[in-house]
């Protein structure tokens, strides 16, 4: 029997009931309930794989840091919840849900507000679970929480802790749950600001630095410490390091030529820029192709740190401090030619020389801080590299 024959069947027997029909009443359930049971597994099969599937959408993203799987995995929840709660959808259902499971478990006739009631609680139990997913969807979509992936196991781990407490002194009454969520709710708070301010004591160190050592070098020469903004000595702002210029220079790297005509070479993370050596001409196609990984940072609690491809990730520090592509993923593989700008490149590229000039490549991290200072050391501190083949012509 199909699901549209067990359909029909179904609805028969409902009016067959409503008619006061006993004898067909009879052997319209005798039909059905063979397959009662097969349906109900597939019920169950079917509410597992739409709570499942968000599930794997979110994980996903934490691989991938893209944002893609938890905007699909919202919508798809967002559209599956309007469905079941569009009142029609849902009186239908529930009458379903109720008469299969009634069929499949139970060889006695109950009365019929019991199946629907049963069906109701199926599904909202299923809406409850689909609900919060989207809110954890939602959330994701606001907080950034890749500025700070570490934390997330350790809060995961606090809020296991703090739900087994509250069962525990729950039951024995030592605590109330109105205090157990006040407190998870201080904590998700508290949480939540943790990643709009990665790092906050590393953020205060940045902007602060060692105020004992400034002060010695202050008493030493009260006229103008090396840390005095230029702008109090009525210098100019613009005589301060014109930030988002990256203009660098650039160390040389020889490619090698492969076989097949094209041109081979590593871009090393943790070097300003780097000089292929290769010319090309305005109007000549240029094909780049890239692997391998680099890594914002060496220290694993930082904020930066995170192994990617060429395509970068989605890390954003402060808007203030510069790249040479602001708005572009974090450590994503950049080019320019000769001395225009900057542009996107990826694991893959392929476009038509703007002008002539020299093919120079960097990767898409910080160089100029929020004052607009050269940091080189921010630079070196990135780890591994990106090889590229580059076809000209063709």
């Known amino acids: 029997m199909t699901w549209a024959e ?31 049971r097969r349906f109900w597994r597939q019920f169950l099969e079917l509410a597992a794989a739409t709570i499942i599937i968000p599930v794997f959408l979110i994980c996903l993203d934490f691989y991938f840091k893209t944002g ?95 739900a087994l407490t509250g069962i525990v002194w729950g039951l024995r009454g030592v605590i109330t749950k109105r205090l157990i969520v006040g407190i998870v709710g201080m904590l998700f708070i508290i949480f939540t600001i943790s990643f709009f301010i990665p790092k906050t004591s590393q953020a205060v160190k940045e902007k602060g630095g060692k105020w004992d050592e400034k002060t010695a070098e202050w008493v030493k020469n009260p006229q103008k410490p090396s840390w005095w903004p230029d702008w109090l000595s009525g210098k100019p702002a613009d005589s301060r390091p014109l930030a988002g210029t990256f203009e660098v220079s650039a160390i040389m790297v020889a490619p090698t030529k492969n076989p097949d005509g094209t041109w ?63 708005g572009f993923p974090f450590m994503m593989l950049c080019a320019r030619i000769g001395d225009g700008a900057w542009f996107s490149v990826g694991s893959k590229k392929t476009f038509f020389a703007p002008q002539n000039g020299r093919l120079l490549f960097t990767v898409n991290d910080e160089i100029y801080d929020e004052a607009g200072r050269f940091r080189l050391d921010w630079r070196r501190d990135n780890e591994g590299k990106f090889e590229i083949n580059v076809k000209i012509g063709g």
Request: glycine share 6%.
């Open 6 to 36: 067990f359909f029909i069947t179904v609805f028969q027997w409902v009016y067959a009931e409503t008619q006061n029909l006993p004898h067909l009443t009879n052997q319209l359930i005798n039909q059905i309930r063979p397959h009662a």
């Open 68 to 162: 893609w799987p938890t905007a699909l995995a919202g919508m798809l929840l967002a559209g599956t919840l309007t469905v079941l709660l569009f009142k029609p959808v849902y009186i239908g259902l529930s009458a379903l849900i109720g008469v299969v499971w009634e069929l499949s478990h139970l060889r006695v006739r109950t009365a019929p507000d019991i199946a629907v009631k049963f069906g109701e609680s199926y599904l909202r139990i299923v809406a409850g679970i689909l609900l919060w997913e989207l809110i954890i969807c939602v959330y994701l979509s606001f907080v950034p929480i890749w500025t700070a992936p570490t934390l997330v196991p350790k809060v995961a781990l606090l809020a296991a802790v703090l």
């Open 264 to 326: 081979k070479m590593p871009v090393p993370a943790n070097e300003l820029s780097i000089d292929s050596t290769l010319e090309v001409q305005k109007g000549e196609r240029v094909e780049i192709v890239a692997s391998g990984q680099a890594n914002g940072c060496k220290n694993k609690d930082d904020a930066a740190y995170g192994w990617t491809g060429p395509e970068g990730w989605n890390f954003f520090w402060d808007k203030k401090r510069k790249r040479p592509l602001p």
